[in-house]
């Protein structure tokens, strides 16, 4: 008995011949020749040791063991097509959910626009989306509670990879309806002659125009925050200026904050995050491409 020779492609021949009655039969099911169908259940009985069919009247009749094999054959093609079906849902992303983390700023556009591009691609893909800090989503990465981490660059990636860093320019943003609204760029000394919502030391201090303007505009600061998002909720009717990363700015204009270049190199660095010990699956590298692709296309 050589069991290890088995095949699905013998048990396909013997469950369409019995269905079927007859080899031709089976060979239309299967669409190949009869001389495969005949060879493919010689192969399984001698693989099995069993004596499936009577062929001494030139029919094929099912014998006692051939009946109690189909018997089984029923039941372990039943599991094996949930098995194949499993797969291909699993290859589909029709099962599992993608868990995300991202930080505030991604949480406007990219994300949800990642979100459609992802479904677009697949259809039945599900992903939960938390918004969080840096430091949380890099740690629930590397706790493998998150997938995929999309943190500012600057976080420690302890236990996590990073795969993809992006950066761009931050922007001036104040009210519509500011003095400086219709300028094209926003000049250090601008920013001294208006009250000033900060992003704080831990931020601007990480690069030397960050430092300057943070000195230039200490006299004139109403209130710290690190979120972008609340600086430019500040910022509107008012006279407030803010500096923020360009893609929360972009957001708020639909509620009436314009967002200016300014004269300072003070960037906005994101890293992408997996954890390090984990393989990453289609979901995780969908993901991925697709936020990598929608950073990259950002100016």
């Not at 109690?68 to 699993?90: C, D, M, P, W």
């Not at 949480?107 to 599900?126: G, M, Q, T, Y």
């Not at 998150?146 to 236990?159: E, P």
């Amino acid at each position: 008995m050589r069991f290890s020779g088995l095949s699905i492609r013998q048990l396909e021949a013997f469950e369409a011949t019995m269905l079927a009655s007859t080899v031709s039969g089976a060979a239309a099911s299967l669409n190949i020749s009869q001389p495969s169908v005949s060879r493919l259940l010689q192969e399984l009985e001698a693989d099995t040791g069993l004596k499936l069919f009577d062929r001494s009247h030139g029919r094929l009749i099912p014998t006692e063991q051939g009946l109690l094999f189909y018997e089984e054959v029923g039941r372990t093609f039943h599991s094996a097509r949930n098995l194949i079906k499993a797969a291909q849902e699993i290859k589909e992303l029709k099962r599992g959910v993608l868990r995300i983390g991202t930080m505030a700023a991604l949480s406007f556009n990219v994300v949800p626009e990642a979100i459609r591009l992802l479904r677009a691609e697949f259809a039945a893909a599900k992903a939960t989306i938390a918004v969080r800090s840096s430091k949380e989503i890099a740690s629930s990465v590397a706790l493998r509670s998150t997938d995929v981490g999309i943190v500012d660059a600057d976080v420690a990636f302890l236990d996590a990879k990073c795969v993809a860093t992006f950066e761009q320019r931050c922007v001036c943003v104040m009210d519509r309806m500011h003095p400086l609204a219709t300028c094209e760029k926003i000049g250090l000394s601008d920013f001294a002659k208006y009250p000033f919502v900060s992003l704080g030391e831990s931020y601007f201090g990480r690069s030397r125009d960050g430092e300057r303007l943070l000195e230039m505009t200490a006299p004139n600061v109403v209130a710290d925050t690190f979120q972008s998002a609340l600086a430019c909720t500040l910022v509107r009717g008012t006279e407030y200026l803010a500096v923020a990363d360009p893609f929360t700015s972009r957001f708020y204009a639909e509620f009436g904050v314009v967002s200016k270049d300014i004269d300072l190199e003070i960037s906005f660095r994101t890293s992408i995050l997996v954890n390090e010990r984990s393989q990453t699956g289609i979901a995780v590298q969908a993901i991925i491409r697709i936020i990598s692709e929608l950073l990259a296309a950002r100016p």
